[in-house]
């Protein structure tokens, strides 16, 4: 849930990358702590204990603030992909204002996918988050991969999940910013929506965005320069 | 399903990001290397850390002075609390004495967590004793001040800003660092509590569907022990009439006659060991077996079982041999012991092809108990069988086209009275080379329950 601080002017906003183990959750932040500007982000905080993996997840705050002085927090988080890790899913899971689905392609991954999408709307559901109403990204992951399925599967997926599907390469960085982008876009427009982000806090989408991707490198991206947004 | 809020989504103050034991250590080395003093403060204003280095005899004595205590407290304040940036630029705040702080805010994940005062100490191109500083007293000893001075780092203003740098990167690893442990630890324990609670969650279901399923399984056994004696009662007049009327009661019969109300009364009795066997089962699933308890010889009781299934396996063209040996008497209940018997050996019967043997052998084991084998070379039974053809409607073959007849009561039979004996049962099998069930008593059933509930008259020589 978002967090509003009237008196000390901020909006914290809880990002989560979700999806099946290997999927590509945490190369996809890793790939935007490249992209991003470190004055406008925090480290990226990696939560692997190598030997037993007991805990997994990364988290990377980006931080702006808005022409009306208010602070803008985003923490973006990944949950641990790994089946046994339900509870912390869940917990990470908590209070997500957007969730980016990230989705492997290849065909030989579909049942696990199918699986995970279920597994996490049965823990939106135990965090009373509704995924019909909460900002929601598919990411095609992988699409380089010889087995990724194709475009008309895709468009089959999207009918399936009424969410939009970014194709991405996060490996290769390909995808990611887009998938943030679009996924900020109705995260923004949903807080807008609930709060009034326009008439309460001055915040415009175009600044909203434009405070952060104005700070991402968007080369090779499919996005417009932000820079005229500043 | 209800989680509790998770520290995720909260802020944490600077004092639970730093073990402020070890951070004093680093920061009090820090100082002493530099020899300028260092404080810490949160957000809130908390002194986290301070370390004086040098500057104690010069303070003491403007402290000393009513004018220079009131001068000092207002640096203090200023350097406590004046309002700090967001960005991450020092600010230098001059002291009346002359001397400098700067004040540097902890930046963090775009918050500002505190404020690091580095300080005091004398800027370089500025060594002398200020005015404002000579008219805190009329009797300022100017002498002793410089003395005191003296001993404050000199330090020009390019070198502070770049020490409190490096000692901000330094900080900016430390609050890292201990949020990421932070973090791990207290993921840890709420991933370990949700699980927990999912286990309880899980566990309540289990408990329910178990008292369902235990009160559906009490009803069942109510049911059929209830039905078993609701059909005996017209099972007895069809089997009493049968026999008047071959008695010749009825008049005189044809052949055929009395051929077909053979037959009847075959079936009849047939039917009626089915439904004695269900009623013996309900009565051991209501725990309400009560043992008659008599001397019994069992080589006795092995040749009778053997004789009742003799015509069947002559039928079958088995051969049957029946070895005793010479066991000791047991204290038994003997129609109950008899009624194991025979259901072994009718399986025995019922599962070896023709041409094979059914063997019923006796052994006198040490610590005065004796075994009966009923061993056969049957079809035999797989390993994964094995272990439930004890279990009551237990069948290997579950099919509805299945080769062999039966209710699968009988085993179930036989452990609830060997077991009631303070026996056990075991079944040794090779599929397609045959089985052995063996039935191990103790000589006297002492200590076992149903035995203490059966009347003490009853047991007898």
């Known amino acids: 849930m978002v967090q509003f601080n009237e008196e000390s002017r901020e909006i914290a906003v809880k990002v989560v990358y979700y999806g099946p183990a290997l999927s590509g959750k945490t190369t996809n932040l890793q790939a935007l702590f490249q992209k991003i500007d470190g004055k406008v982000r925090g480290r990226l905080m990696t939560l692997d204990t190598k030997d037993d993996r007991t805990l997994f997840f990364d988290m990377m705050p980006v931080f702006f603030k808005t022409r009306a002085g208010v602070k803008v927090k985003l923490k973006l988080y990944t949950v641990p992909g790994q089946v046994m890790h339900e509870s912390t899913r869940r917990i990470v899971l908590q209070g997500s204002d957007a969730v980016a689905f990230v989705a492997d392609s290849r065909r030989s991954e579909a049942a696990s996918t199918v699986a995970y999408w279920r597994n996490m709307l049965a823990n939106l559901e135990a965090n009373g988050l509704d995924y019909r109403t909460l900002p929601l990204v598919v990411q095609a992951n992988k699409r380089d991969l010889p087995d990724a399925c194709g475009e008309e599967e895709l468009a089959n997926l999207l009918a399936e999940v009424q969410a939009p599907v970014e194709p991405a390469v996060a490996i290769r960085g390909e995808g990611v910013v887009e998938t943030l982008h679009t996924l900020l876009q109705l995260c923004y427009r949903s807080l807008d929506r609930t709060f009034g982000l326009e008439s309460n806090w001055q915040i415009t989408e175009r600044e909203f965005l434009g405070q952060i991707f104005s700070h991402v490198d968007l080369r090779g991206t499919r996005l417009p320069s932000e820079a005229e947004a500043r | ?461």
Request: with cysteine.
């Open chain 2, 1 to 461: 399903m209800s989680l509790s809020a998770s520290f995720l989504n909260q802020r944490l103050p600077l004092a639970d990001l730093l073990d402020l034991r070890s951070f004093a250590e680093v920061c009090h080395s820090f100082a002493e290397l530099y020899r300028v003093g260092l404080k810490v403060f949160d957000e809130a204003g908390n002194k986290l850390v301070d370390v004086k280095v040098g500057n104690a005899d010069f303070c003491g004595y403007i402290w000393s002075k009513p004018l220079g205590r009131e001068g000092c407290i207002a640096t203090v304040g200023r350097v406590k609390s004046d309002p700090v940036g967001e960005e991450s630029e020092p600010t230098v705040i001059h002291c009346f004495s002359g001397c400098r702080y700067v004040v540097q805010p902890i930046l963090y994940e775009g918050d500002v967590m505190g404020r690091v005062v580095f300080g005091p100490f004398v800027p370089e191109d500025a060594p002398d004793i200020p005015t404002t500083l000579k008219s805190i007293a009329e009797d300022f000893d100017e002498k002793s001040a410089r003395l005191f001075q003296a001993k404050i780092r000199q330090v020009p203003m390019g070198t502070a800003e770049k020490i409190l740098k490096h000692f901000m990167d330094l900080l900016d690893v430390m609050i890292f660092t201990g949020h990421k442990n932070l973090i791990a630890a207290k993921l840890h324990i709420e991933a370990v509590q949700e699980s927990y609670r999912e286990l309880q969650d899980k566990n309540a279901k289990l408990e329910d569907s178990y008292q369902k399923l235990k009160e559906l399984d009490r009803l069942k056994s109510n049911f059929l022990a209830t039905m078993s004696h609701e059909l005996r009662t017209p099972l007895t007049s069809v089997i009493g009439y049968s026999e008047m009327m071959l008695e010749g009661l009825g008049g005189p019969l044809t052949a055929e006659q009395r051929e077909y109300l053979g037959i009847i009364m075959e079936k009849g009795e047939n039917l009626l060991q089915l439904i004695t066997s269900i009623l013996d089962i309900s009565k051991i699933e209501a725990g309400r077996v009560r043992l008659v308890l008599s001397e019994v010889e069992p080589a006795v009781l092995m040749r009778d079982a053997v004789a009742t299934l003799l015509p069947l396996a002559r039928k079958k063209g088995l051969k049957v041999s029946c070895e005793p040996g010479s066991l000791p008497r047991v204290v038994a209940d003997r129609d109950k012991l008899r009624q194991c018997l025979v259901n072994l050996c009718s399986n025995a019967v019922k599962f070896t092809p023709a041409g094979g043997s059914v063997t019923v052998r006796g052994e006198t084991l040490v610590g005065d108990r004796l075994a009966m084998h009923v061993a056969d070379t049957g079809i035999g039974i797989s390993a994964e069988h094995l272990s439930k053809v004890f279990d009551v409607f237990y069948q290997v073959d579950g099919s509805s086209t299945r080769e062999y007849g039966g209710a699968g009561l009988g085993l179930a039979i036989v452990k609830s009275f060997v077991e009631a004996h303070g026996g056990e049962v075991k079944a040794e099998s090779v599929p397609n080379g045959g089985s052995t069930f063996t039935l191990i008593l103790p000589l006297r059933p002492a200590g076992a329950p149903a035995v203490q509930a059966a009347p003490p008259a009853a047991v007898s020589g």
